[in-house]
């Protein structure tokens, strides 16, 4: 007889700037919620990163894209990344990696909140190929020199991307 899983389900954490969120970003959400019941799509506060987006507009942002999904919560959190999964008992954090330049600060970064609270785990999912170049940072310089981000992000985000711009 097969033994019953008794452990708890584990929340994952996706955290990012997401300023502002690309189809990257999506693309690793819905492939994250299809492995864990329970996904926190987290903006990190950064009071020494000032972002093209506040943290209001990005969670805004955020909750029109991806909308009322069961399991899925979108929240802001400032402070330690470790310190906001203890405090929501998440033992896992999702990452992607687009290519080998992602490799070297990612792993110094899983180290880091390894090192912090050993129980927390990093996953990593390598990014789809047509997300491979694509960044909010390159979305967001494209922008300034009037290129089309149409392929890279919501047809809303791109929208608010020209508002800034017009703007600031
Ligand atoms: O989208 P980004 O900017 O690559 O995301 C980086 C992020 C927000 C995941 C990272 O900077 C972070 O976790 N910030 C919270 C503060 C923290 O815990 N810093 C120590 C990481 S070793």
Not at 95 to 100: I, K
Not at 137 to 161: I, M, Q, T, W, Y
């Amino acid at each position: 007889m097969l033994k019953q899983d008794l452990r708890p389900k584990p929340v994952a954490i996706f955290p990012a700037s997401f300023d502002p969120v690309t189809n990257g970003h999506l693309d690793l959400v819905s492939r994250a919620r299809a492995v864990f019941d329970d996904l926190i799509v987290a903006v990190a506060e950064n009071p020494d990163k000032r972002g093209m987006f506040s943290v209001g507009e990005r969670l805004e942002m955020l909750e029109a894209v991806i909308g009322r999904q069961p399991g899925v919560r979108i929240v802001s959190f400032e402070g330690l990344l470790v310190d906001y999964a203890r405090a929501v008992g998440a033992r896992v954090v999702i990452r992607g990696l687009r290519a080998v330049v992602d490799f070297e600060y990612e792993f110094e970064m899983a180290l880091m909140n390894k090192h912090l609270y050993p129980d927390l785990e990093t996953l990593f999912m390598m990014t789809s190929q047509e997300y491979l170049y694509v960044s909010a940072s390159r979305v967001k310089e494209l922008v300034r020199f009037g290129g089309n981000v149409e392929d890279f992000v919501p047809s809303l985000v791109a929208a608010r991307l020209a508002e800034k711009l017009r703007r600031p």
